[in-house]
């Protein structure tokens, strides 16, 4: 079985410019999460979906940061403009919605704002 | 607030030298806790679930166990294979998972 899908693995620009992450979790799946992973804070989350839907966004800056999910299997992560401290690696994961279904993580996009 | 720590920061092992690690927390109103193990250059992969204190789970070399403060990640007569980085997190809110720094688990030939 497909699990999550990221796109690209690594992307590296300069400071100012826009960038998009995407991600096709697992079909079927009815939530999808974003997180960033960096060395000092680890994975945090940033926003989540439920049936496309934002649940909590409370984890993003939204003056830079903006998720879409404009169907069941396709997400975005944009950041508009870039700053050399969004450099980290963003993780894309779903989920069932049934107690106790575990996340299943993507292999991430490495991000690197120079 | 919600809290996660993870001890130690890093393991080294001897091949077969058993350990434990540790994921201590703070929450309100736990609703699962979760092992994950992440390999460099990869996204975490799920081991178990804990709801209860009490409750323990096996894979393989592995056992977690859970009290109402703590969980512990088990490991029996590790191998090389073994070694990675080994997260703890816990669900709060509707479905939100709240995750500790992690252990980078080295076991040594």
């Known amino acids: 079985d497909a699990g999550v899908i990221q796109s690209p693995r690594h992307e590296v620009t300069e400071m100012g410019q826009e960038v998009t992450l995407r991600c096709k979790p697992i079909?079927?799946?009815?939530?999808l999460f974003w997180y960033r992973q960096t060395m000092m804070q680890g994975l945090e989350l940033l926003v989540y979906?439920?049936?496309?839907?934002?649940?909590?966004d409370s984890g993003m800056p939204k003056d830079r940061f903006s998720a879409k999910m404009p169907n069941a299997s396709f997400s975005t992560l944009k950041i508009q403009p870039s700053e050399p401290r969004d450099s980290a690696v963003y993780f894309c994961?779903?989920?069932?919605?049934?107690?106790?279904?575990?996340?299943?993580f993507g292999d991430g996009t490495r991000l690197s704002i120079l | 607030e919600d809290q996660v720590t993870q001890s130690p920061e890093a393991l080294r092992l001897q091949e077969g030298e058993s350990s434990s690690l540790n994921c201590s927390y703070t929450?309100?109103?736990?609703?699962?806790l979760f092992w994950y193990r992440q390999d460099p250059g990869k996204g975490p992969e799920f081991l178990f679930t804990?709801?209860?204190a009490g409750e323990e789970k096996e894979k393989e070399r592995l056992k977690a166990t859970l009290t109402k403060k703590e969980s512990f990640l088990h490991i029996t007569a590790p191998k090389p294979e073994d070694s990675a980085t080994y997260l703890c997190?816990?669900?709060?809110?509707?479905?939100?998972?709240?995750f500790g720094t992690g252990t980078r688990l080295t076991v040594i030939p």
């Open positions: 994961a779903s989920s069932l919605d049934r107690v106790g279904q575990p996340q299943h």
């Open positions: 979906f439920n049936n496309k839907a934002v649940m909590d």
């Open positions: 804990l709801y209860s």
């Open positions: 929450v309100s109103g736990l609703r699962g």
């Open positions: 997190a816990v669900k709060v809110g509707a479905n939100n998972l709240f």
């Open positions: 079909s079927g799946h009815d939530y």
